[in-house]
T-cell receptor, first 113, second 113 residues
Framework: EAQVTQNPRYLITVTGKKLTVTCSQN?????MSWYRQDPGLGLRQIYY???????DKGDVPEGYKVSRKEKRNFPLILESPSPNQTSLYFC????????????FGSGTRLTVV | GENVEQHPSTLSVQEGDSAVIKCTYS??????FPWYKQELGKGPQLIID?????GEKKDQRIAVTLNKTAKHFSLHITETQPEDSAVYFC????????????FGSGTRLQVQP
């Protein structure tokens, strides 16, 4: 089954404790992206990657890092999480840069206390 | 960059009625306009999209219209059913841009039985 898999689904952590949210896709898509979803703000892009070793900032990149060492994986790293990063995070992949036919993961609900 | 505004933020209709959600965009270079449906606890799922070379597209009970001159596009759901209850997001993207979709803030649709 074609899918984007995120882990974990739920995570509660403390301020300053580094964490990684994993994302993997099995569709051989070149384009991958991370979004955060907050009430009333919709989905805002954090980072995206056009291919292996090619990443760039989205609209809200502060406090986040990403890497793309393999085509299928695109982890999101929070080096020093803060409470304002409490949010619902989605990873997505697409065969095109424009985002045609985006496939989203099921989401990671992160709470930073 | 692109800015997408979506209205209304909430919409309640009776089963069998029609529902209309409207979006406006700012970047005249945008030429791809998808709509996503997000059910509770799941990631957004593409339900229909339209490209700038057409003015309307239908898929069973769902239709999307696009007015490039006015820079707005709309989602129309006819004969609504309780399973249509979800959050709907519009988005816009450009073939020429390096970044992918810019999303609206979402509309929570509630279909009353």
């Amino acid at each position: 089954e074609a899918q984007v898999t995120q882990n974990p689904r739920y995570l509660i952590t403390v301020t300053g404790k580094k964490l990684t949210v994993t994302c993997s896709q099995n569709m051989n898509h070149e384009y991958m992206s991370w979004y955060r979803q907050d009430p009333g703000l919709g989905l805002r892009q954090i980072y995206y990657s056009m291919n292996v070793e090619v990443t760039d900032k989205g609209d809200v990149p502060e406090g986040y890092k990403v890497s793309r060492k393999e085509k299928r994986n695109f982890p999101l790293i929070l080096e020093s999480p803060s409470p304002n990063q409490t949010s619902l995070y989605f990873c997505a992949s697409s065969p095109t840069l424009r985002g045609d036919g985006y496939t989203f993961g099921s989401g990671t609900r992160l709470t930073v206390v | 960059g692109e800015n997408v505004e979506q209205h209304p933020s909430t919409l309640s209709v009776q089963e069998g009625d029609s529902a209309v959600i409207k979006c406006t965009y700012s970047d005249s270079a945008s030429n791809y306009f998808p709509w996503y449906k997000q059910e509770l606890g799941k990631g957004p799922q593409l339900i229909i999209d339209i490209r700038s070379n057409v003015g309307e597209k239908k898929d069973q009970r769902i239709a999307v219209t696009l007015n490039k001159t006015a820079k707005h596009f709309s989602l129309h759901i006819t004969e609504t059913q309780p399973e249509d209850s979800a959050v709907y997001f519009c988005a816009a993207a450009s073939y020429t841009g390096r970044r992918a979709l810019t999303f609206g803030s979402g509309t929570r649709l509630q279909v009353q039985p």
